[in-house]
């Protein structure tokens, strides 16, 4: 895969699945600018590749924290080529009648919100050069909803939407935008969705272990790999696509 010299952006860089994700690009060769909240996760990371890796603190729901955070990716680097927005959070299964408002515009700030702020800031760079990729992580729970995870499942279906829009939207710009449906992954956010009062590792066996066709939780690694490809040149004509990683689950 052509990754070397890339520039890519990748937000909720702390957690599990997008710290693997920065590895994998580094790796390759590309330039990372990691963007999270909590970014203590990544020190070793930026010690190990001081050139290639900028780590930045940053509120991905705050309009100036994400802008200046592009802007420090542009000036640091020279270019932006790949956004890739892996940052979300979960939601705990919870009645419809029992979700607060607060909670449902946090889960739609962070999982929404945020791709929308920081598509909108890097298409400008995006523009200028005439190419660019977007990848969202999104879920197959879009397609295959489990009970109580109202807020979360609308959130992605927000977020796939907009990747569609976008994709066709930035398509004369040579600016790629797909989506990524995970499905159960073997993370600490799995153990989130979990219902309060629930075995949380039990939930995880008998439930969401099984219901994965081939048997297995989607590892941070699989999700990373389809990142990558559709970061690359192999994947030059895919735009607007959802892509399922979910050993079988969005069957």
């Not at 909720?12 to 970014?39: P, T, Y």
């Not at 729901?61 to 420090?72: G, H, L, M, R």
Request: with cysteine.
């Amino acid at each position: 895969m052509d990754i070397d010299n890339k520039v890519a952006i990748v937000t909720g860089a702390g957690g599990g699945m997008g710290k693997v994700v920065v590895e994998q690009f580094l790796e390759k060769g590309a330039k990372v600018a990691g963007i999270d909240v909590h970014v203590e996760g990544l020190a070793e990371l930026e010690a190990q590749y001081p050139e290639q890796l900028l780590v930045i603190q940053g509120n991905l729901t705050n309009e100036q924290s994400v802008e200046d955070a592009v802007k420090k990716t542009a000036d640091r680097f020279g270019q932006i080529d790949v956004l890739a927005n892996v940052a979300g959070i979960a939601q705990a299964a919870t009645d419809i009648e029992k979700v607060s408002l607060e909670d449902w515009e946090r889960i739609m700030a962070i999982n929404s919100t945020a791709v929308f702020l920081t598509s909108r800031a890097v298409v400008p760079y995006m523009k200028r050069r005439n190419s660019g990729s977007i990848i969202n992580i999104a879920s197959v729970s879009v397609d295959r909803p489990r009970p109580g995870l109202n807020a979360y499942v609308a959130s992605k279906g927000a977020t796939i939407s907009l990747t569609k829009a976008l994709a066709i939207e930035l398509a004369p710009y040579n600016i790629r935008v797909n989506a990524i449906n995970p499905g159960p992954a073997d993370t600490k956010m799995l153990s989130e969705f979990t219902a309060a009062g629930s075995d949380a590792g039990e939930t995880k066996e008998k439930i969401f272990r099984k219901s994965v066709p081939l048997g297995e939780l989607i590892t941070p690694e699989a999700i990373a790999n389809c990142v990558l490809y559709l970061s690359s040149d192999l994947a030059k004509l895919m735009t607007g696509s959802v892509v399922n990683v979910d050993g079988g689950r969005g069957i």
